[in-house]
């Protein structure tokens, strides 16, 4: 286990009972057309899908609520992202890569998600994050994996003007799986 979701273990016990049985991971490769990164493999394992401080998402491969879906947001995501820059909004140049997409893996309410920015090349585990302001083309830049960004998140220790404020995260911590939106 990695270090980053150990500690997220001991900061954020996962849901009594432990997760629901995790995805086939073979399946979710080939619908993504990758694998995904080691970090989040664990988590899902861990925590399945569900809400960290009554704010973000943390999306599940074929989850049950399609609105948490991993799978069907990347297509999702996808689609949105070819309208608006086909558009004219403007591209991130970050994404000027040939063969670079963002893969989604969180989101919140209020329409902002967190990303991997997945390159050729680059292994899923080296994927940093990148996080998109709700219905805006605000972005920020975290070279850190998904697990390690999480805790940075909860701990206060990165900046992130799109997800912190006042309300996340929260203290104490909690976690919310999936199965409780119905």
Request: with cysteine; charged share 25%.
């Amino acid at each position: 286990m990695s270090a980053n979701v150990d500690e997220l273990r001991r900061l954020v016990p996962p849901p009594p009972g432990g997760a629901p049985a995790p995805p086939d991971w073979s399946e979710v490769s080939a619908r993504l057309g990758t694998e995904l990164p080691a970090d989040y493999v664990e988590l899902i394992e861990a925590y399945g899908g569900g809400q960290v401080d009554d704010y973000l998402y943390l999306l599940e491969p074929f989850c049950a609520n399609e609105s948490y879906d991993l799978v069907r947001a990347a297509a999702e995501r996808a689609e949105a992202f070819e309208l608006l820059w086909s558009g004219g909004e403007k591209k991130p140049s970050f994404l000027d890569v040939r063969g670079q997409r963002l893969l989604p893996w969180a989101s919140t309410d209020n329409g902002e998600f967190c990303y991997w920015l997945a390159s050729p090349g680059v292994p899923p585990d080296e994927w940093p994050v990148v996080v998109n302001e709700g219905r805006g083309p605000e972005w920020e830049h975290f070279d850190l994996g998904c697990a390690a960004f999480l805790l940075a998140v909860m701990r206060r220790t990165v900046d992130s003007e799109i997800l912190m404020d006042e309300d996340f995260p929260t203290d104490p911590h909690s976690f919310t799986p999936m199965a409780s939106f119905g």
